[in-house]
């Protein structure tokens, strides 16, 4: 029973930081209609960010948290103003605009490299940890699980309460018509870069204090990150709800199969993504559409 809690504890941690990591990604896919590739680094830039904060013991995490949200949002407006959008007034299709964000990808990552180095670094910070039975959870998944619940919340009455949250239904739905009912489309969607660009932010700086930081940090969980938005339907936020939730439990759960079987948990993603492709099957659009 306790390693069941367990379990269900490292699923709301792994379903938090791809919920967290997802949201931008689904979001700028449901305006611009192609998977931004580049946006793995945008989780790495976010989480070097942090780092200038936590690289000290005295380190506060919500500042890091803050000025990674800030700095990666607008870099995430800085990639669309100077590579995506003109290539989609130039009306590039599909495979043009992936190639363009998976360069992009490349120099930042290189980029990073180049300031910060390709060693591995750490956040400073040591995490109280709270046991209740033989269950254990550290200060740091609390915030992360809060992050994302709160995240959650803040999202779902912005799209149904504010006129932005609508303006961002309504374009996604139908940009053509939505401009003719006088929505700034254009405004809109550099909203949606930004908020997106900061959660990537968000989501680094978890990563990389869970984990460690260096310049492929990003890339390593973007496989997941992008399952997890298929399987909840691509640009649809209440799939990804459903979704992260799914591919956290079968993840972790997983590990405790392949133990069974005495097998190595490097193949828990393989499960995860055994059931993505079940769900799929019977889902095509996954479980938002």
Known sequence: MSDAAQVLVNSLITGSIYLLAGTGLTLTYGLSRFPNFAFAEF?????????????????????????????????????????FRP?????????????????LGYVIRYSLGECWSWAALSYQQVWQTFTIGDTHITLLWLYLILAATATSIV?????????????????A?????????????????????????ALAGVAGVFRAADTQLYPMLGWDILLPVFASVVLGGIGSFYGLLIAAAILGIAENFGIVVLQALGLSTEYRMAVAFLVLILVLIFRPRGLGR
């Open 87 to 103: 290539l989609i007034n130039r009306r590039a299709a599909l495979i043009p605009l992936m190639i363009a964000s998976i360069g």
């Open 43 to 83: 989780l790495t830039f976010g989480a070097y960010i942090g780092y200038l904060t936590m690289q000290y013991p005295t380190g506060c995490l919500a500042i890091a948290l803050v000025t990674a949200a800030l700095a990666t949002g607008l870099l995430s407006l800085a990639a669309y103003f100077t590579v």
């Open 155 to 171: 999202l779902h009455l912005l799209f149904v309460f504010t006129r932005i949250g609508k303006a961002i239904r309504a374009t």
């Open 173 to 197: 739905a139908n940009p053509e018509l939505a401009q003719a009912s006088g929505i700034n489309t254009e405004r809109v969607t550099l909203f949606v870069w930004f908020v997106g660009g």
